[in-house]
């Protein structure tokens, strides 16, 4: 029984046979049809979702499965007390496989421990969110064909963003990938990640300015401004605007650039970017319902 806490828990050779997987998925859909029939995901989101908890589901349906899903954290026996280890538990005696979301971090790892089902991390507080790696990884390999020899630039709130944690961590396991890291002073990279870039000698550079970045990028990574990580509202509304990014500064990039955003999207995009055929961030959320199917397919050993 294994579980997925943080991307590196998945090799390298086994990114590939999930992409491969997923991409069989998109070709032949029927050939999965019936692949979970008799098991029953379980998603288990204590932060608001729209996207994660719905690919879920979606993924888990169209491989014929079930799924139980709780309505709120707010309804759940979590507001009267129990603890994340107790809820793994029994969740063990419903269902198959739990997805779960939690504003803490290391509760999915906590109930990974407990459970006797695997559980796949779908977001814990700032820390990791692996299921969205993966949605971006598909999107990166469909869209240029490659994982090595790439300049990301990752742009907004590097701090609070666990998508940009589980991406670089993905990331720097490729040859020739450089980051650069661009944020608002207070919104940078947290220095345990930096530190494992230094440690590792993957090179990244540290900039303020979307406009001078642009030229170099082959994949730009936008970010909202996580606003419910923030302790106070005046730092949020000082800092939520810092980067909006428009067909001006996109006209800044390469011709086959690709721009990212693992949604929900705030200001950081205008809607204007989104007719450019190197706006990637639609056909992410996509890519996201394939790589889950492969990942709950991988999981359950089916
Ligand atoms: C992201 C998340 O929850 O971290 N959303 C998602 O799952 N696609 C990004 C965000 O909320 O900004």
């Known amino acids: 029984m294994r579980s997925v806490i943080d991307i590196k828990e998945l090799s390298v050779e086994e990114i590939d046979e999930l992409v491969a997987v997923a991409k069989d998925i998109i070709e032949n859909p029927a050939g999965y049809a019936h692949k979970c029939e008799g098991k029953k995901l379980a998603t288990l989101f204590f932060e608001p979702s729209t996207r994660t908890r719905l690919s879920f589901e979606a993924a888990m349906y169209e491989l014929g499965g079930n799924v139980l899903s709780m309505a709120s954290a707010a309804s759940s026996s979590a507001?009267?007390?129990?603890?994340?280890?107790d809820t793994a538990k029994v969740i063990s005696c419903y269902a198959d496989i739990i997805a779960m979301r939690h504003p803490k971090e290391g509760a999915p790892m906590v109930?990974?421990?407990?459970?006797?089902?695997?559980?796949?991390?779908?977001?814990?507080?700032?820390?990791?969110?692996?299921?969205?790696?993966?949605?971006?990884l598909l999107t990166i390999c469909r869209e240029k064909g490659r994982f090595d020899h790439l300049t990301i630039g990752l742009c907004g709130d590097l701090k609070f963003g666990r998508t940009v944690h589980s991406l670089i961590a993905a990331m720097e396991r490729y040859e020739g990938v450089k980051f650069v890291l661009i944020s608002p002073d207070e919104l940078k990279l947290p220095s345990y990640v930096k530190n494992g870039l230094k440690q590792k000698g993957i090179p990244y550079e540290q900039t303020a300015d979307l406009e001078a970045?642009?030229?170099e990028l082959d994949v730009l990574y936008m970010t909202r401004v996580q606003q419910e990580r923030f302790f106070n509202e005046e730092d949020y509304l000082r800092l939520k605007d810092s980067y909006i990014l428009t067909p001006e500064k996109m006209a800044l990039g390469k011709p086959d650039l690709i721009v990212m955003h693992p949604?929900?999207?705030v200001n950081e995009i205008s809607v204007a970017v989104?007719?450019?055929p190197r706006a990637c961030y639609f056909k992410q959320v996509l890519n996201g319902k394939y790589m889950r199917m492969a990942l709950i397919l991988k999981l359950l050993g089916l």
């Open 274 to 276: 989104d007719e450019d």
């Open 263 to 265: 949604l929900p999207r």
């Open 213 to 215: 970045a642009m030229p």
């Open 111 to 136: 109930a990974a421990m407990n459970a006797t089902i695997p559980v796949i991390n779908a977001g814990d507080g700032g820390h990791n969110h692996p299921t969205q790696t993966l949605a971006d």
């Open 79 to 85: 507001s009267k007390g129990e603890s994340v280890a």
